[in-house]
Structure formats: structure tokens, C-alpha cells
């Protein structure tokens, strides 16, 4: 495999990392486990109101959830949105979504498992991310869904009626930040109750799994745009992009999303290297040829070279 698409590709993903870790490095069985994970069991046996079977199954599977969040460079998302995944197999619709709600809310993740690594923030004078305030006011959950509808494995004649929906989710949503962007509380509010209103029209188009890709995309997606849990040199990084490189507003946004589909794709290829290496191969290869290819679409020359020589830069521990 061409060494520039490896460097690339784990730069992609090591870029929209959230970092977590456990430093007392606990494994967890079934007879250690703390007062506070063994609250949170009883509260997702209460509220989704799982029967000794499948209390039996979710206290396995959330052991093993809990071991893979207490491992270095885990991403806490990734592995919820695995540990749903698994859970679909023995438990129903109506309970998977409750569960679903309490991981939302933060309620199935012990505390000492949320602690994010602090970063030295040495960005420059916008203060957050790549984009101050005009990106932070943007929604392209649009854009990500077409750049990952393939990956999610949704017919054309499904995204013909996603994406009106999605469409007037992006408008309504740009419509919210920019109205009250200096009011987080309002906006959030407003957030959640398009939320509401968007993920049943969702529903009828595409199933649990695909939601969960297309939540997790914009989840991470957001973190890029405002700068949280970004390294010293990543930040520094996405500040040239903007700002060096003189990318504009559709260009900037263009690697801001080949950033999040790379790291969606990319999880999700490690995991099945687990299993199934020469399938894991071929998904990678395919996953860095339409990465390339969409950076050369937006980007000029100059530009694109550039941005690949930073990411190697960042992979060989070098000064930007």
C-alpha cells in the first residue's frame, strides 16, 4: 500500500479524535464493578425494562464496553454506538430507543470514563476551531449523509426522501445558531426540538443503525468546527487550512468533511481488521481513494499538496 495513503489515513483519524482514558487501568468483571456503573445497569434495567435474559446480555456486553472506553485513544461514540449495535440483536425497538436516549443524555458512561485529556490550546485569535463564528453557524448534515450513503448502505430511492428532509433540517438549524448565537442555552433548546421533529421523519427511511452513523458524523463534525478536544498542532493545523492556505468557505467545509468520514469509516475498518484483515485491506484502500478524490475535486493543486505534506508533517511528529 502506497505509504502517503497510510500516513494519510491515520492522520484522518488520529485528527477527530476525542481522547478518553482510564488511568488507574481497571479491568472490570462482573465482581469489581463500582456502586456508579452498578447504578447505571439498574437504571437501564429499570427504564428499558429488560427481562433476566436480557439484563444477563447487557451486563456482558456493557462490561466489555466499559474495558474497550478505559483503553488509551478510545472514542466513547464509536463504542455506544457499537454497544446499541450488539443490543439490537436480543432486545426491541421500543427499548432499544430508550436506551438509545440514555446514552444521549451521558447517562451510560461512569464518570471517571468522561475525563477528556486536557490539550494546550495555541490557536490563533479566533479563539475556537477553524471557522469563528460564520462556521460555527453552519449544518451540512446534508453533505455528510451523501459523502456516507454508500458506507450506510442506503438505496437512491431512500436518499431521494432523506434528503429534502435533511435540507430543511440544515436551513432551520443555520436559521437557530445564527438567531441566538450568543445565547448557548436558547439554542440548544431549539436544537433538541428540531431534533425531535427530524429524527421520526428519519425513521421512515432508515433504520436505527444508519441514524446512528449519520448522529455520530455530525457529532464529530461539530467538535472539528468549534475546536474541542483537538491537539496543540491539530488545532494549529486546521487554522492553516483556513487561514494559510486561503481556503474558502466550500473548501474549508469540503476537508472539514472528508476529516469526519474518514474517522466514521476508518473506526469502523479497524474494528473489522479484527476479524477479517484481507476484507479490512480492501475497505481501507477503497476508503483512501475516495478520500483523495473528493480533497482533489475542492482543492487546487498547490492547495491539496500542501494539506497532504501537514498531515504527514503531523504523522512524523514534525513542526508545522
Same mark, same amino acid.
Do not use: W
Given at each position: 500500500?502506497?505509504?502517503?495513503?497510510?500516513?494519510?489515513?491515520?492522520?484522518?483519524?488520529?485528527?477527530?479524535?476525542?481522547?478518553? &482514558?482510564?488511568?488507574?487501568?481497571?479491568?472490570?468483571?462482573? #465482581?469489581?464493578?463500582?456502586?456508579? @456503573?452498578?447504578? !447505571?445497569?439498574?437504571?437501564?434495567?429499570?427504564?428499558?425494562?429488560?427481562? &433476566?435474559? #436480557?439484563?444477563?446480555?447487557?451486563?456482558?456486553?456493557?462490561?466489555?464496553?466499559? %474495558?474497550?472506553?478505559?483503553?488509551?485513544?478510545?472514542? $466513547?461514540?464509536?463504542?455506544?454506538?457499537?454497544?446499541?449495535?450488539?443490543?439490537?440483536?436480543?432486545?426491541? %425497538?421500543?427499548?432499544?430507543?430508550? @436506551?438509545?436516549?440514555?446514552?444521549? %443524555?451521558?447517562?451510560?458512561?461512569?464518570?471517571?470514563? =468522561?475525563? /477528556?485529556?486536557?490539550?494546550? %490550546?495555541?490557536?490563533?485569535?479566533?479563539?475556537?476551531?477553524?471557522?469563528?463564528?460564520?462556521? *460555527?453557524?453552519?449544518?451540512?448534515?446534508?453533505?455528510?449523509?451523501?459523502?456516507?450513503?454508500?458506507?450506510?448502505?442506503?438505496?437512491?430511492?431512500?436518499? =431521494?426522501?432523506?434528503?429534502?428532509?435533511? +435540507?430543511?433540517?440544515?436551513?432551520?438549524? @443555520?436559521?437557530?445558531? $445564527?438567531?441566538?448565537?450568543?445565547?448557548?442555552?436558547?439554542?440548544?433548546?431549539?436544537?433538541?426540538?428540531?431534533?425531535? *421533529?427530524?429524527?421520526? *421523519?428519519?425513521?421512515?427511511?432508515?433504520?436505527?443503525?444508519?441514524?446512528?452513523?449519520?448522529?455520530?458524523?455530525?457529532?464529530?463534525?461539530?467538535?472539528?468546527?468549534?475546536?474541542?478536544?483537538?491537539?496543540?498542532?491539530?488545532?494549529?493545523?486546521?487554522?492553516?487550512?483556513?487561514?494559510?492556505? +486561503?481556503?474558502?468557505?466550500? *473548501?474549508?467545509?469540503?476537508?472539514?468533511? /472528508?476529516? /469526519?468520514?474518514?474517522?466514521?469509516?476508518?473506526?469502523?475498518?479497524?474494528?473489522?481488521?479484527? =476479524?477479517?484483515?484481507?476484507?479490512?485491506?480492501?475497505?481501507? !484502500? @477503497?476508503?483512501?481513494?475516495?478520500?483523495?478524490?473528493?480533497?482533489? $475535486?475542492?482543492?487546487?493543486? &498547490?492547495?491539496? #499538496?500542501?494539506?497532504?505534506?501537514?498531515?504527514?508533517?503531523?504523522?512524523?511528529?514534525? +513542526?508545522?
Amino acid at each position: 500500500m502506497h505509504l502517503i495513503y497510510k500516513s494519510f489515513f491515520i492522520a484522518l483519524i488520529s485528527i477527530s479524535t476525542a481522547i478518553f &482514558a482510564n488511568n488507574d487501568n481497571t479491568v472490570y468483571t462482573a #465482581q469489581n464493578l463500582t456502586p456508579e @456503573i452498578q447504578k !447505571i445497569i439498574a437504571e437501564v434495567n429499570s427504564e428499558c425494562k429488560l427481562n &433476566a435474559d #436480557q439484563a444477563g446480555k447487557f451486563k456482558n456486553d456493557y462490561i466489555l464496553f466499559l %474495558n474497550e472506553n478505559a483503553k488509551p485513544n478510545a472514542n $466513547t461514540n464509536v463504542l455506544l454506538f457499537l454497544l446499541g449495535t450488539k443490543m439490537k440483536g436480543y432486545v426491541s %425497538n421500543e427499548q432499544l430507543t430508550k @436506551i438509545t436516549q440514555m446514552a444521549q %443524555n451521558g447517562k451510560l458512561v461512569p464518570s471517571k470514563n =468522561t475525563t /477528556v485529556k486536557p490539550t494546550t %490550546n495555541t490557536s490563533n485569535a479566533t479563539g475556537a476551531g477553524i471557522g469563528a463564528n460564520s462556521f *460555527q453557524t453552519q449544518s451540512n448534515v446534508t453533505a455528510l449523509f451523501e459523502q456516507l450513503q454508500s458506507h450506510m448502505k442506503v438505496s437512491n430511492e431512500k436518499a =431521494t426522501k432523506v434528503i429534502p428532509i435533511l +435540507k430543511n433540517y440544515d436551513a432551520q438549524l @443555520i436559521q437557530i445558531k $445564527t438567531q441566538n448565537n450568543n445565547n448557548a442555552a436558547k439554542q440548544k433548546q431549539l436544537t433538541d426540538a428540531l431534533n425531535n *421533529q427530524t429524527v421520526p *421523519q428519519l425513521k421512515a427511511h432508515l433504520n436505527d443503525q444508519q441514524i446512528a452513523t449519520l448522529v455520530l458524523a455530525l457529532s464529530l463534525q461539530e467538535n472539528i468546527l468549534s475546536g474541542k478536544n483537538l491537539s496543540a498542532d491539530q488545532k494549529q493545523f486546521l487554522d492553516k487550512i483556513r487561514y494559510q492556505y +486561503k481556503l474558502n468557505d466550500v *473548501q474549508t467545509m469540503s476537508v472539514v468533511l /472528508v476529516l /469526519v468520514q474518514g474517522k466514521i469509516r476508518g473506526d469502523l475498518i479497524a474494528l473489522l481488521h479484527k =476479524t477479517d484483515p484481507q476484507k479490512a485491506g480492501q475497505e481501507f !484502500i @477503497i476508503l483512501m481513494q475516495d478520500l483523495d478524490a473528493q480533497l482533489k $475535486t475542492n482543492l487546487s493543486g &498547490a492547495q491539496y #499538496q500542501s494539506i497532504k505534506s501537514d498531515i504527514e508533517k503531523l504523522i512524523k511528529g514534525q +513542526k508545522l
